[in-house]
T-cell receptor, first 114, second 109 residues
Framework: DTEVTQTPKHLVMGMTNKKSLKCEQH?????MYWYKQKAKKPPELMFV???????INESVPSRFSPECPNSSLLNLHLHALQPEDSALYLC?????????????FGPGTRLTVT | TQLLEQSPQFLSIQEGENLTVYCNSS?????LQWYRQEPGEGPVLLVT?????EVKKLKRLTFQFGDARKDSSLHITAAQPGDTGLYLC?????????FGTGTSLTVIP
């Protein structure tokens, strides 16, 4: 099973809402990632969890809060977002935090902030 | 600073043509990967290369890692409409992982 699943597929939220994005993998990978992607641009790294510990936080605003409940699950909690946060949010996993053998991506959550 | 530069940025070709996408850097990478992403979906890993000079083939796609492990190329033979998408190279070094700037390919039937 090389699948990374993400829910929901689409999300529309107002600037005062609180919502969460969920990601799950069952490949035994020990690193998981959150990316933000704008149209036809490369993904921008937000957070990296390695062995369930936050190892990289790329200066992301505090309105984005990651959580890794266990080695298979990754959440991204959203609060008081801005319209410019509208984007495709991608979750990925890799065997280890060095991603030498590549990353496996989920289908993404299309987020629209109104 | 963008470590990995891809060229061209956009490419529109007719079905049946050949094309090459380049991924260049001044940095050395332990491994380099290529991904294809279709609209509204996540990137899909196509190949990983780890040895300088390595060549890998995946049906009509040929991937090459430069001898110095600083650059890579993706060659597609007889492009088909199903090849349309965003092609991304990505390099791994140490505990860092960098995506290239991306190449948007459109194959016209």
């Amino acid at each position: 099973d090389t699948e990374v699943t993400q829910t929901p597929k689409h999300l529309v939220m107002g600037m005062t809402n609180k919502k969460s994005l969920k990601c799950e993998q069952h490949m035994g990978h020990r690193a998981m990632y959150w990316y933000k992607q704008k149209a036809k641009k490369p993904p921008e790294l937000m957070f990296v969890y390695s062995y369930e510990k936050l190892s990289i936080n790329e200066s992301v605003p505090s309105r984005f809060s990651p959580e890794c409940p266990n080695s298979s699950l990754l959440n991204l909690h959203l609060h008081a977002l801005q319209p410019e946060d509208s984007a495709l949010y991608l979750c990925a996993s890799s065997q280890t935090g060095t991603a030498l053998r590549g990353q496996y991506f989920g289908p993404g959550t299309r987020l629209t902030v109104t | 600073t963008q470590l990995l530069e891809q060229s061209p940025q956009f490419l529109s070709i007719q079905e049946g043509e050949n094309l090459t996408v380049y991924c260049n850097s001044s940095s050395v990478f332990s491994s380099l990967q290529w991904y294809r992403q279709e609209p509204g979906e996540g990137p899909v890993l196509l190949v990983t290369v780890v040895t300088g000079g390595e060549v890998k083939k995946l049906k009509r796609l040929t991937f090459q890692f430069g001898d110095a492990r600083k650059d890579s190329s993706l060659h597609i033979t007889a492009a088909q409409p199903g090849d349309t998408g965003l092609y991304l190279c990505a390099g791994a070094t140490g505990n860092q992982f960098y995506f290239g700037t991306g190449t948007s390919l459109t194959v016209i039937p």
